[in-house]
């Protein structure tokens, strides 16, 4: 098993960098959404200090920006398996002795491993918009992982949806229909303790809260949140529970 | 090829339905197929006929309905992981990773087949196909028949037993075909594969395969060399066009008549020979109600034609074409 998820899994990646349209185009948009947006909403985030905790709204801004594009990659491991049954690879592939398990998970962490390239980028980009980093290494270490949990958990989650889909259309729909609520109803863009009730329950839920909360202390200097760590890593468990059964059980080859 | 040895593929009472209990289309229906090591066997029939559906099946990509099937000596359904270890499979379209070099689609095979010490044979099978030189060029670069025969080399890369053909020269120009004709006699000879190929060319399973068994609506109708099979048929077909009806019993009653059987306006009479048939027939039949005959000596195309009444290649459009003008006439009236 290990050797088939290797090759599929260096399969994945090669396929993503030898494109560099994709690989471009993966970096570049949440640097927008932090050019556009960050600098657009700036002027306003600074009248509200109080409210986003620091007068520098980028500042606030990237981890919220990082957390939803770890939901946004989570299209292209559906994608990738989409494509693979339109052009008969997935046959390829299962008249060897590989599972159709192995399959989703090289799919999870191929897309998942996509959304993390796009950590330095952003960081860089940050620095360059004035953002000023000091977090010990494990700090940054627990922000990678927990990024990495996240896209884990939404590639697993989209890869069980498309489980049986060979339309083209279907990630792509599916993503626009995910990710907006998610996004706003998480911590991504602005605190959530303005929001009313029922949307609180939501951003309690809602991963992407934690992702951007975690962020967001490490950056601010406020330390470990041990519990929105522990809670990312419990979703991508389950998440990824469930695209390996589902995958298992309902994968479609062709 | 000794009596004692296991046959590379088994096959007992094989059914395949798609969709639902009894509403679903049968497309396997009681397949009985016993393939011997060594050799290369046929699957011949019209598109739909369930050629690809038995590949399917037998490869693990299709579950079984009813009924049996082993592959290299293991049973499809209770130790697939066994047989998917053990075959081969060149898709009718080629499916390689394009954007990849030759050595690489050779790597993902042998970590797919968690091969060790896969270079050295994979080396050999570049040499054998003549592609070592272009081994790290990108496969998006290759001509058509390149990628046929870097796809056969996959196949081959994990010493198989069995190697599957869906279709393997269709969509090919005269020259490619020719070549591969000639790849899937030498692979045969060279790493002693049993290699089962599905084709509905009549001219390709009469050259290529050692046996062949001829299907239609999922049934397996036929089965022999092609030899054998050619003579089933001990006869001449003609086919004659009119523009009224023949009179059937008069024409059975000439000699040499084997039998007469009606399609609209078409007739296809079986002689012992066509050569004493035909004066008989222009006697018998007015010159100007003839409007084409054509006379068949026995091949596997007059086998299929013998056994189903139809035509290998011409099957779908016809009756297509016959639903439509039905359509028409009810949709006027």
């Known amino acids: 098993m290990r050797s088939q998820l290797w090759g599929l899994y260096v399969r994945e990646i090669l396929r993503t960098f030898r494109n560099p349209f994709v690989v471009l185009i993966t970096v570049v ?34 981890p919220g920006v990082l957390s939803t594009s770890m939901l946004s990659v989570g299209m292209f491991g559906s994608m990738s398996t989409i494509q693979d049954k339109r052009f008969g690879f997935m046959k390829r592939i299962l008249i060897t002795p590989t599972s159709k398990e192995v399959i989703f998970l090289s799919k999870a962490f191929g897309s998942a491993t996509r959304g993390l390239i796009q950590i330095p980028v952003m960081i860089a980009a940050a620095l360059a918009f004035g953002v000023t980093f000091s977090l010990s290494p494990l700090e940054w270490a627990v922000w990678i992982f927990a990024l990495l949990f996240t896209a884990l958990g939404f590639s697993s989650m989209f890869l069980a949806i498309t489980a049986r889909s060979t339309d083209w259309q279907t990630p792509g729909v599916v993503s626009n229909f995910i990710t907006m ?50 809670y990312l890593a419990i979703f991508a468990v389950i998440m990824v529970a469930i695209g390996y059964v589902v995958s298992a059980k309902w994968l479609r080859v062709e | 090829m000794t009596e004692a040895e296991p046959p590379a593929i088994d096959v007992r009472s094989l059914s395949k339905r798609y969709g ?24 011949l029939g019209p598109n739909g006929a369930g050629k690809t559906t038995l590949i399917k099946v037998l490869t693990g990509i299709s579950d079984i309905t009813s009924g049996d099937a082993s592959v290299a000596g293991f049973d499809v359904r209770r130790e697939s992981m066994k047989v998917r270890a053990r075959i081969g499979w060149v898709a009718a379209e080629v499916i390689l990773d394009d954007d990849f070099s030759a050595w690489e689609n050779l790597w993902l095979q042998a970590r797919l087949q968690d091969l060790t010490g896969w270079e050295e044979r994979a080396d050999h099978l570049l040499e054998y196909f003549s592609l070592k030189d272009r081994k790290d060029d990108k496969v998006s670069h290759f001509s058509t028949g390149m990628r046929k025969k870097l796809e056969i080399a996959l196949a081959l890369l994990h010493q198989p037993t069995v190697i599957f053909m869906d279709e393997p020269t269709i969509g090919l120009d005269v020259g490619t075909r020719r070549m591969l004709w000639d790849i899937v006699t030498g692979v045969r000879k060279e790493f002693g594969v049993t290699v089962l190929l599905t084709t509905h060319y009549i001219e390709e399973a009469d050259a290529l395969c050692d046996r062949l068994a001829i299907i239609d609506q999922g049934r397996i109708i036929a089965e022999g060399t092609p030899s054998e099979l050619k003579a089933r048929v001990h006869a001449d077909l003609v086919q004659i066009e009119t523009a009224h009806d023949l009179d059937t019993q008069r024409i059975s009653a000439l000699p040499g008549v084997q039998e007469v059987r009606a399609q609209g306006n078409d007739w296809m009479i079986r002689v012992a020979s066509s050569e004493d048939f035909l004066p008989r027939l222009l006697a018998t039949v007015p010159a100007e109600d003839v409007r084409r005959i054509s006379v068949e000596k026995p091949s596997l195309e007059t086998v299929f034609l013998d056994l189903t009444g139809r035509r290998i290649g011409q099957e779908e459009p016809m009756r297509d074409i016959r639903k439509f003008y039905m359509q028409m006439r009810r949709a006027r009236s």
């Open chain 1, 29 to 62: 948009q949440p640097f927008m959404w932090l050019a556009f947006f960050g600098s657009g909403f700036a002027q306003y985030a600074k009248d509200l200090a109080s409210v986003y905790g620091t007068s520098n709204y980028i500042e606030f801004l990237l």
């Open chain 1, 181 to 230: 609520p998610l996004m706003f109803s998480s911590a991504a863009l602005y605190p959530s303790s303005g929001f009313p009730t029922w949307m609180k329950v939501i951003s309690a839920w809602n991963p992407i809260s934690y992702t951007a909360t975690l962020g967001r202390d490490l950056v601010l200097g406020s330390g470990i949140d041990a519990t929105a760590f522990g």
């Open chain 2, 20 to 43: 639902n209990h009894e509403h679903g289309v049968l497309a396997l229906d009681r397949v009985t197929l016993s393939i011997p090591k060594g050799c290369v066997f046929g699957l």
